[in-house]
Nanobody, 124 residues
């Protein structure tokens, strides 16, 4: 399973960006899709996750500024980020948890995979 992330860039404080991540390869199903970030000198932290029914979970620092969504037909997850702040500057990574194909197309072994990261820089 491979993930391709895109959408990072340079934006002024108060601006918006949308990150996108597409999963490809052979798998049975995807359960959780999410976005994490890692700023220089800091540990990676969860930004937002969304389960298969579409219930989102956000980190406290998001404060209603970000919206995560998924399209199971396309195996994609997006993160719309509004009112960006300089402290949002980080490398953003998408993460997907799911199941590989088992016997008779039943759910097989679970997997968790990461995208390559996309850089978001917010200037003040």
């Amino acid at each position: 399973v491979q993930l391709q992330a895109s959408g990072g860039g340079l934006v002024q404080a108060g601006g918006s960006l949308t990150l996108s991540c597409a999963a490809s390869g052979s798998f049975h199903s995807i359960s959780y899709m999410g976005w994490y970030r890692q700023a220089p000198g800091k540990e990676r932290e969860m930004v937002a996750r969304i389960n298969r029914p579409g219930d989102p979970n956000y980190a406290a620092f998001v404060q209603d500024r970000f919206t995560i969504s998924r399209d199971d037909a396309k195996n994609t997850v997006d993160l719309r980020m509004n009112n960006l702040k300089p402290e949002d500057t980080a490398a953003y990574y998408c993460n997907v948890d799911g199941f590989l194909v088992g016997k008779g197309w039943s759910p097989g072994r679970s997997f968790s995979t990461w995208g390559q990261g996309t850089l978001v820089t917010v200037s003040s």
